[in-house]
T-cell receptor, first 113, second 110 residues
Framework: SQTIHQWPATLVQPVGSPLSLECTVE??????LYWYRQAAGRGLQLLFY??????ISSEVPQNLSASRPQDRQFILSSKKLLLSDSGFYLC????????????FGSGTRLTVV | QKEVEQDPGPLSVPEGAIVSLNCTYS??????FMWYRQYSRKGPELLMY????GNKEDGRFTAQVDKSSKYISLFIRDSQPSDSATYLC??????????FGQGTRLTINP
């Protein structure tokens, strides 16, 4: 069966520090991968998605970047965090051609102080 | 106008009540409709999915789609305190990206 792992679960970082969040998927090949941010009281905001290794599409211009160095690995990064980067970050995957929904990871709660 | 509109609530009902959660949308090309449940500090989990119009039932949950009105609903019968969560609707044209509603926070009071 397929599983998605996301870490760390919580993170407190100072303003201006770098960020690296990692997501891996097991039990499938060539998944579509997604990074979402969920701010308090707000919906899910799609940040990046990837349909293959090295293929990244950005939905919202911002202080973040994403990379997909391996088929089942998706990384969210920042060189210098801003206070506004605080939020709940979710990784998700979907099979290629999948029609019904994503499977989400357990999320990372990031607080920038 | 947002593509998908969902009343954020919060919604508070007594245990055993029937709950109705709703979303409206503007894109008539949407064909695949989903409901996610998200417990506090957890990732959303897929609860139900439907294709096109009609009803789908799964235990105490019923998903309803009315494409003519661009309106989808999730009904929860005999609501339980364990149903307390945020419920997000989501939809897509096909294998494209999902578009999510804002989520409705639901509390079932014992």
């Amino acid at each position: 069966s397929q599983t998605i792992h996301q870490w760390p679960a919580t993170l407190v970082q100072p303003v201006g520090s770098p960020l690296s969040l990692e997501c891996t998927v097991e039990g499938t090949s060539n998944p579509n991968l997604y990074w979402y941010r969920q701010a308090a009281g707000r919906g899910l905001q799609l940040l990046f998605y990837s349909v293959g290794i090295g293929q990244i599409s950005s939905e919202v211009p911002q202080n973040l970047s994403a990379s997909r160095p391996q088929d089942r690995q998706f990384i969210l990064s920042s060189k210098k965090l801003l206070l506004s980067d605080s939020g709940f970050y979710l990784c998700a995957w979907r099979p290629v051609g999948g029609l019904y929904g994503y499977t989400f990871g357990s999320g990372t709660r990031l607080t920038v102080v | 106008q947002k593509e998908v509109e969902q009343d954020p609530g919060p919604l508070s009902v007594p245990e055993g009540a029937i709950v109705s959660l709703n979303c409206t949308y503007s894109n008539s090309a949407f064909q695949y409709f989903m409901w996610y449940r998200q417990y506090s500090r957890k990732g959303p989990e897929l609860l139900m999915y439907t294709y096109s119009s009609g009803n789908k039932e799964d235990g105490r949950f019923t998903a309803q789609v009315d494409k003519s009105s661009k309106y989808i609903s999730l009904f929860i019968r005999d609501s339980q305190p364990s149903d307390s969560a945020t419920y997000l609707c989501a939809m897509s044209e096909g294998a494209q990206k999902l578009v999510f509603g804002q989520g409705t926070r639901l509390t079932i009071n014992p």
